[in-house]
């Protein structure tokens, strides 16, 4: 059914709820969760930061030559994958354990380490999957700002919560799209209390040149790596991530999880993808480029927005932002959501260059033509005030 219906964002709402009551929640049910409207036909989706580009065509031919063999489990596959990316990260395979997307490894890696006594430590604003099981868990729930430059503030993330169970650090961050130097997740893992551990969710580390936190993996520190092949190689619909740490804390994270056979159609084109050397370049160049041409734009048009090196940015509506993003939508532009630390933010995801000037044409129809808007101004960082602004 196209994705268009109604009847699709029917299901995702539905599914919505159930994870509501689960607790599960993913980039996908957070961004239909905040559409006010169903898609229609020819809409410009740039609200769930995904690869407008999809699966690479190595990865294409991969689906296409294993689906007659659709009826087997196939169990090598997931062999052969940990297999050659461990080869291509210097990494042993027995650090390596794949999962549909890193959805589920964040999910279970937070029941694992975090209790009603060993609380979530995480950036704010920052990606809302990992608070919400933490909490379901009864964990506290400690967010600190990011810093100045839009990094997270480590020190300010130690000093808050001596009762850590486990910190999460994205990087580049969702929602901003923006860096945290290595120095400071090694500073981190160094100072962290004992017995917690980190998490460095790197589902965008692809689109930009930060350096991973593998070597900190590889180094035998209490540090869990997250990748997923929804991002640069255009596989989210397909599932397909990994979990990298040290056995030990992977064991603990295969008691929540339990083992579940992969798709072999994922597995395929994670493997095919992972081998051909010009995706990740020509992706990350192709993103860097719209992005680019993106903020030329707005700094032309006199817009704010954070500075951001992954597929994703805050735009600055400079009032609040829903009343923007519903406007957008009637332009059948569809805007990401907001984080109530920043509620006149809405986060973008970098589309096709031919979507963002359907983007850029919309943006100005809203803000400069004849849209009225009733409400202050000013940003306004007092998340009470928020909750009102956005209800
Ligand atoms: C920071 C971050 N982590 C994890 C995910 C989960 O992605 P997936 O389950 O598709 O691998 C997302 C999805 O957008 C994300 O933004």
New binding site residues.
């Given amino acids: 059914m196209p994705r268009g219906l109604s009847s699709s964002r029917r299901t995702f709402l539905q599914l919505s709820a159930a994870a509501a009551a689960f607790q599960i929640m ?2 996908p049910m957070l961004a239909a969760a905040a559409r006010h409207r169903p898609f229609s036909k020819d809409a410009v989706m740039i609200d ?2 995904e690869n407008p580009l999809g699966p690479s065509q190595p990865a294409r031919d991969a689906i296409s030559a294993i689906t007659p063999l659709g009826g087997r489990y196939l169990d090598n596959l997931t062999d052969e994958l940990i297999q050659t990316f461990a080869q291509q990260e210097g990494l042993n395979p027995d650090y390596v354990r794949v999962f549909p ?3 589920p490894p ?1 999910r279970f890696t937070v029941v694992a380490f975090t209790s009603p006594q060993k609380s979530y430590v995480a950036a704010d604003p920052g ?1 809302e ?1 990992g608070p919400r099981t933490a909490a379901e868990g009864g964990a506290r729930v400690v967010n600190v700002p990011l810093t100045k430059t839009y990094a997270h503030d480590v020190k300010g993330m130690i000093a808050a919560a001596p009762d850590a169970g486990l910190f999460y650090i ?1 990087n580049p961050n ?1 929602p901003t799209g923006t860096l945290t130097p290595h120095s400071d997740l090694e500073y981190l893992v160094e100072n962290k209390p004992k017995g917690s551990v980190v998490v460095v ?1 790197e ?2 580390i692809h689109l930009c040149d930060a350096s991973s936190a593998l070597d900190l993996v590889k180094a035998g520190k209490d540090v869990i790596v ?1 990748r ?4 640069a190689y255009g596989m ?1 619909g397909l ?1 397909c ?1 990994f979990a990298v740490a040290h056995p030990e804390l992977l064991d603990k994270i295969m008691e929540r999880s339990g083992w579940n056979f992969m798709p072999i159609t994922a597995l395929v084109a994670a493997s095919a993808s992972l081998k051909d050397p010009n995706l990740v370049p020509e992706r990350k160049r192709i993103n860097a480029s719209v992005r680019q041409e993106t903020f030329q734009w707005l700094d032309r048009n006199g817009y704010s927005y954070i500075a951001s090196e992954s597929n994703c940015f805050l735009l600055d509506t400079k009032r609040p932002a829903k009343q923007v993003i519903d406007a957008m939508a009637q332009q059948n532009v569809f805007i990401g959501r907001i984080w109530p630390i920043m509620p006149t933010y809405s986060r973008i995801t970098v589309g096709t260059q031919q979507e963002m000037e359907k983007f850029q044409a919309a943006l100005q129809k809203v803000m400069r033509g004849a849209t009225a808007f009733s409400l202050p101004v000013a940003p306004i960082r007092n998340p009470r005030r928020t909750a009102e602004l956005l209800s």
């Fill in positions: 993913t980039e769930s930061n997307g890193s959805t964040l990606y999957a994205c969702n969710d589902a965008y997250l997923t092949f929804s991002k989210a599932r991530g």
